[in-house]
C-alpha cells in the first residue's frame, strides 16, 4: 500500500513552462488544496518506486520526471516516490498472546485459580479467563489481547519506552458471609515491544513473573526454586515501518544516571518536613513538528557510604509498579568508562580525587532511567540541526514535594505561593552535544555540573527562551492540579515566545538579594499582575539554585543514539577524497 498527496489541476499551469519543479513552486504544491488518497497495487509491492499519473508529492522526499502527455485536455507532471508504508496511515493491531505461566505459587498449598491482566499506555487491554492449576505446575492461558499503533494514539515513541505489563492475579477462596470475590497480585511481567520497531513482525519471549513484596512467589524465590514466567508471542499483520522508514528513523536514549554532591540542606525522610521528589526534563524533538519534555521525576535521595554499584540496571520511565523488580529495563544496565574518557565538565586530574570522595561519601540523588525516543526521519534531521544551531542543551532539575505531601497550613494558598514551592532548588546542566556531530559518534556521557537557573544563562548559553520544568507545571497547575508529575514520564511540549522560567525556588520576601543591575527597577506602565510577578522572579537571586554551585553538584548523564547522525565514510571513500 501506498500512501500519495493528489494536488487539485489548478497548479498544472504552474508546472507546463519548466521539466524541474523550482522551490517555490513546490512549496505551492505542498500548501494548495490537497487530498489524501490511497492506492493499491500488486506490481506497487514489488518494486520501492511506483509511477502513477498526477501529481504526487511524498511527504518526505520527492524528484521531478519530464512531462508526460496523457490525455488529450490535461498535461501531468509525474513525481517518482519513495515507498511509504506506516502507522501515520491507518492504525496497525499490535497482538499480545500469553502462552502459558510457569512454576506459579500462590497462597493456597495444591493449586491456584489465577487469571492475568495486560496493560499497555496506562490502558486495561484486557483480562484472561481465569485458570485452576496445581502449585508450581503450568498453566495454559491462550490469552490474546491488543492495542492499535497509530499516530493519534499509541504512537511508535510509546512503544519505545513503554512496556506491555502482565498482572498475574490469585483469586481467594471466599470466606462465610462474604459478598465480593478477593484477590491478590502474584507478581508482574514486563513485554519490550522494542523488536517491532526494528522489523520484526512477531516475536516469542519468555518473561520474568517478579513477584510483589509479601507473596508466596516471593518466597520461593528467595528460597532458589524455580522462578515463575509467563510464555508471551507479539505479533504484527504488517512490519510498523517499511524499509525506507527504518533505514532512515532513530533511536535516542536519555538516561539520568545520579547527581553527586547535592546540597547538605536535603535530607532523607524524617518527620520534620514533607517529603519530596526530585525532578530532571530536558527537551527533544521526535519529529519536525513536535517536541517532547522528558520529565525523569522519581529521583531517590540517598545518604552517602558507599558507591553506586557498576552494572545495576536501568529503571523503565514508568510510576512505581506493583511489583518493584519489574520497574528494571531486561538486559540492559549502566555502563561506566574511566574519567578521562568522559565528555562532560569534571574530567581533569584535581577533579578525580573530589569526585572519588562525593561518590563514596556524600549525599547523591537517583533516577537511573532510561527514556528511548523515535526518532522519525525529520526528527532525526531536526535533532541534528539543533545540535549545529546550539552544541549546549539545557537540563533542568529541581526537588518538588511529592503527591499527597503538604506542608502544613491553609489549602487555600494562592497559585503563585504553591508556583514557587513547585520550583525550589531549580538548576540546570548543559549538556554538550557536539561530539554527536563526529562522523560515526553515537554517544555522550559525563558528569556536568549544575548551575542555577536564570532565563539569560539559558539564552546566552543554550539560545533558549524557556524553562521546560515551568511549562510542565504551569500546564496541570491551569488545570487546577498545581503539582509537578509524580512519575518518570513525558509531556508535550509547549511553544513559547515569551522568556519563562523562574528563577527563585524560596518564597518571595522583601529583603531578598537581588541580581546586580537590577535593584529599584519598576515594571512598564501597563504590565499585569502575572507578568510583574514574573518580572520580579527573574530579577531575585536563584538563592536555593546557587546551593548546587556553592556544593559543586554534578550529575551524570548519558544520551545515545541507536545510529549516529554522521555516518562514518569508509576508508574507500577517503581514498577518493
Known amino acids: 500500500m501506498f500512501s500519495f498527496i493528489l494536488v487539485s489541476s489548478t497548479l498544472h499551469n504552474l508546472m507546463a513552462s519548466s521539466t524541474r519543479l523550482s522551490s517555490d513552486i513546490m ?93 499497555f499506555n496506562g490502558i486495561v487491554l484486557g483480562d484472561s479467563q481465569k485458570l485452576d492449576a496445581a502449585v508450581d505446575q503450568g498453566v495454559d492461558y491462550n490469552f490474546t489481547c491488543s492495542f492499535e499503533c497509530s499516530d493519534a494514539a499509541h504512537t511508535l515513541d ?105 546540597p547538605e540542606v536535603w535530607n532523607p525522610v524524617s518527620g520534620s518536613g514533607p517529603l519530596s521528589s526530585y525532578v530532571a526534563a530536558l527537551q527533544v524533538p521526535l519529529t519536525a513538528e513536535k517536541e517532547q519534555v522528558l520529565m525523569f521525576s522519581n529521583g531517590l535521595l540517598k545518604v552517602g557510604g558507599e558507591s553506586e554499584p557498576m552494572g545495576r540496571p536501568r529503571k523503565w520511565p514508568l510510576g512505581p509498579l506493583l511489583a518493584p523488580g519489574a520497574q528494571f529495563i531486561p538486559g540492559v544496565s549502566m555502563e561506566g568508562e574511566p574519567i578521562e574518557m568522559e565528555d562532560g565538565d569534571l574530567t581533569s586530574i584535581e577533579d578525580r580525587d573530589f569526585r572519588k570522595e562525593v561518590e563514596t561519601n556524600k549525599k547523591r540523588v537517583s533516577w537511573d532511567t532510561e527514556r528511548r525516543c523515535f526518532l522519525d526521519a525529520d526528527g532525526a534531521a531536526c535533532l541534528t540541526r539543533r545540535i549545529a544551531e546550539s552544541r549546549l542543551w539545557p537540563v533542568e532539575v529541581m526537588r518538588s514535594p511529592q503527591v499527597g505531601a503538604t506542608k502544613g497550613g491553609k489549602a487555600g494558598k494562592d497559585k503563585a505561593g504553591e508556583d514557587e514551592t513547585q520550583l525550589s532548588f531549580h538548576g540546570v546542566a548543559y549538556v554538550d552535544m557536539a561530539p554527536l556531530l563526529y562522523p560515526g559518534a553515537r554517544r555522550v556521557r559525563g558528569a556536568y555540573r549544575l548551575y542555577p537557573f536564570y532565563d539569560s544563562d539559558l539564552l546566552v548559553k543554550a539560545k533558549r527562551n524557556i524553562s521546560v520544568l515551568r511549562e510542565s507545571i504551569r500546564a496541570p497547575a491551569t488545570q487546577g492540579r498545581g503539582r509537578a508529575p509524580s512519575s518518570v514520564g513525558s509531556c508535550k511540549a509547549v511553544p513559547s515566545k515569551m522568556f519563562d522560567g523562574g528563577h527563585k525556588g524560596g518564597k518571595d520576601t522583601k529583603d531578598s538579594p537581588k541580581r546586580p543591575g537590577t535593584q529599584g527597577k519598576s515594571a512598564p506602565i501597563g504590565t499585569d499582575s502575572v507578568t510583574l510577578v514574573e518580572t520580579e522572579q527573574q530579577q531575585q537571586v536563584n538563592t536555593e539554585g546557587q546551593m548546587y554551585a556553592d556544593s559543586r553538584t554534578y550529575i551524570i548523564i548519558e544520551i545515545a543514539l541507536e545510529k549516529s547522525l554522521v555516518p562514518k565514510r569508509s576508508p574507500e571513500e577517503l581514498v577518493k577524497r
Request: glycine share 6%; net charge neutral.
Open 158 to 262: 510509546d512503544m519505545a519506552h513503554k512496556p506491555v505489563i502482565l498482572t498475574v492475579i490469585e483469586v481467594l477462596p471466599k470466606e462465610k458471609k462474604q459478598k465480593e470475590e478477593k484477590t491478590a497480585v502474584i507478581g508482574q511481567a514486563i513485554v519490550d515491544l522494542l523488536p517491532l520497531l526494528h522489523g520484526q513482525v512477531s516475536f516469542f519471549s519468555t518473561v520474568l513473573l517478579h513477584p510483589t513484596p509479601g507473596s508466596p512467589a516471593e518466597a520461593a524465590s528467595q528460597e532458589g526454586s524455580c522462578k515463575p514466567s509467563l510464555d508471551v508471542t507479539v505479533c504484527v499483520p504488517e512490519p510498523l515501518l517499511s524499509g525506507v522508514q527504518l533505514s532512515d528513523s532513530n533511536l535516542l536514549k536519555v538516561t539520568v544516571e545520579t547527581a553527586y554532591s547535592v
Open 27 to 119: 512549496q505551492a504544491a505542498w500548501h494548495c488544496h490537497a487530498q489524501w488518497i490511497t492506492v493499491h497495487s500488486d506490481h506497487a509491492q514489488t518494486k520501492q518506486r511506483y509511477y502513477i499519473w498526477g501529481v504526487i508529492i511524498s511527504p518526505t522526499r520527492f524528484a521531478s520526471e519530464h512531462f508526460l502527455q496523457r490525455k488529450q485536455d490535461v498535461i501531468l507532471d509525474t513525481f517518482r516516490m519513495e515507498q511509504f508504508r506506516g502507522v501515520g496511515d491507518k492504525a496497525t493491531l499490535v497482538n499480545i498472546t500469553v502462552l502459558r505461566g510457569n512454576n506459579l505459587r500462590g497462597n493456597k498449598t495444591e493449586s491456584i485459580l489465577n487469571y492475568v491482566r495486560a496493560e
